[in-house]
């Protein structure tokens, strides 16, 4: 079978898992220091879909890592077809989260103006965190795309 960029078990998939993880918790970051961020109920939100996006990331990273080592191969039906459903229920989560959280970006940045008008809100932090967590959707969405692509070949 012809490996693909992002399979599980390969380094190219533990990459793209780790950054996924990394994404996510920086995500996670900048949104928790920024203070008032658990008054917006979309900030919430992408906190707990980012925690997810952590957990699911981190764990197939794991398994990459235990796949590399004892040369295991990971790409068996059921396997991948929980990864899959995986896969696809974080990049959706995902992305509902990032989009709510811009929505309310731009609405109080570029609409409302209310990041100039009150310099006390951390605009640049949520609009931070809120990036990020778009980067985590493109890298989620990636994999959950290599992932169809490996099922349909089984």
Not at 42 to 49: H, K, P, Q, V
Request: hydrophobic fraction near 55%; include cysteine; proline fraction near 2%.
């Amino acid at each position: 079978m012809k490996e693909i960029v992002g399979s599980p078990g390969t380094v190219s998939g533990m990459a793209l898992r780790m950054g996924q993880c990394a994404c996510a918790g920086a995500s996670i970051g900048f949104m928790v220091s920024a203070l008032g961020f658990s008054n917006y109920t979309a900030f919430c939100y992408l906190i707990a879909s980012m925690g997810l996006q952590v957990l699911w990331s981190f764990g197939l990273a794991c398994l990459d890592v235990y796949a590399l080592k004892r040369k295991r191969d990971l790409q068996n039906p059921v396997l991948v077809s929980l990864f899959v459903v995986g896969d696809w229920v974080t990049a959706t989560l995902s992305l509902a989260a990032a989009c709510s959280s811009a929505g309310v970006i731009v609405l109080y940045s570029r609409d409302l103006h209310i990041c100039k008008a009150q310099a006390h809100l951390p605009c640049g932090r949520f609009q931070l965190s809120v990036a990020l967590a778009f980067c985590t959707w493109a890298l989620i969405a990636m994999s959950s795309h290599v992932m169809f692509w490996i099922l349909a070949s089984i």
